[in-house]
């Protein structure tokens, strides 16, 4: 897939001299995928530039104690940003933490010379709306090494490297997100903060619905997470999810904030590469939410900082997750953060 540019309530229609819709790009970022469907994203509009704010206030304290899984959200959200920009016909350049003191301030991406978008980019703009995670059984089928590739080369544009678990090192990391899943579910504070984010409230714009929860493994193999934990078991059905998935591991080269955000544009590329070529993907975050389980899948010999862990097969349509109005996250032009 080529590059999509270079690297360096309801408010009125946004725009530019060359008649590009900022505030179009700004509701497809909106889009992209976050831990717990939490969008802990903010957006300032100015002329020609986009600057794209974490907000701390979403943080999940218990999961993501450091914000690490936060920045990779906002990393997804930037990356969607720069994508619907080159799909508009434009090029973007891109400084990361543009203002030291405004640690908040993740990226600022800035409208570059009018460029005809190519056809892969326009495939991938077309994924946007089409992607969501995806909890239910895969088929058996197994994924093409050449659709396996492309996924490779999407993380390796964007600076990260995904790696395909051989049979031995799935079984591995299939054991190790199961471990880190009991870990998890045995803590009070964290079954409080994910009923938090499960309501079935109607017109919530933001958590898991419990439409988007998908059934209970029947055979146990992989660690969906579990939405529905303080519902009644009978209330979900069980399935038998695919015995031998495709597992794949996102790694940076480092481990700062820097390489967190990279980490959610190269996972966001992943993704909609995988929507473009028909295949349904299941990010596995809980072993790389346990400390001590994350180091077993890093490897910093060879600079390789587990993000995230991947399933990827043909699944049957999977249902999409609300979103938040886009009054809820812009920002004014005067703005200042506290």
Request: a neutral charge; aromatic letters at 6%.
């Amino acid at each position: 897939m080529n590059d999509i540019g270079t690297h360096a309530a309801e408010q009125p229609k946004q725009g530019d001299s060359t008649g590009l819709d900022l505030l179009a790009c700004v509701r497809a970022a909106t889009a992209a995928p976050s831990l717990h469907n939490s969008q802990p994203w903010r957006f300032r509009i100015a002329a020609r530039t986009v600057d794209v704010y974490a907000d701390p206030r979403r943080q999940l304290e218990v999961l993501d104690p450091a914000g690490r899984e936060l920045l990779i959200s906002v990393g997804a959200a930037v990356f969607t940003l720069r994508l619907a920009i080159r799909g508009a016909g434009h090029l973007s350049d891109l400084k990361l933490f543009p203002v030291a003191a405004e640690p908040d301030l993740v990226a600022r991406v800035s409208v570059g010379r009018p460029m005809a978008p190519t056809p892969a980019a326009e495939a991938l703009v077309a994924a946007i709306p089409h992607r969501h995670t995806n909890r239910w059984p895969f088929a058996r089928s197994v994924v093409p090494a050449d659709a396996v590739e492309r996924l490779a080369d999407a993380a390796r544009r964007e600076g990260a490297t995904l790696t395909v678990a051989n049979p031995v090192s799935r079984t591995t990391i299939l054991n190790l997100s199961q471990e880190a899943d009991r870990v998890l579910r045995s803590k009070g504070l964290y079954r409080a903060e994910l009923a938090r984010w499960t309501s079935p409230r109607e017109g919530r714009g933001d958590g898991v619905p419990m439409t988007a929860v998908g059934p209970w493994d029947a055979l146990e193999i992989l660690p969906i997470r579990d939405f529905g934990l303080l519902q009644p078991r009978l209330d979900r059905a069980a399935a038998e999810f695919e015995p031998y998935p495709t597992i794949m591991v996102l790694s940076t080269d480092g481990d700062t904030r820097r390489d967190w955000v990279s980490a959610g544009q190269a996972l966001q590329r992943v993704l909609l590469t995988a929507t473009w070529q028909n295949l349904s993907t299941t990010p596995i975050s809980q072993p790389v939410e346990i400390p001590a389980v994350r180091r077993l899948l890093t490897d910093i010999r060879a600079g390789r900082w587990a993000q995230m862990v991947l399933r990827v097969g043909y699944g049957r349509p999977a249902t999409a997750t609300p979103r938040r109005p886009l009054a809820e996250v812009l920002l004014p032009d005067d703005w200042e953060e506290p």
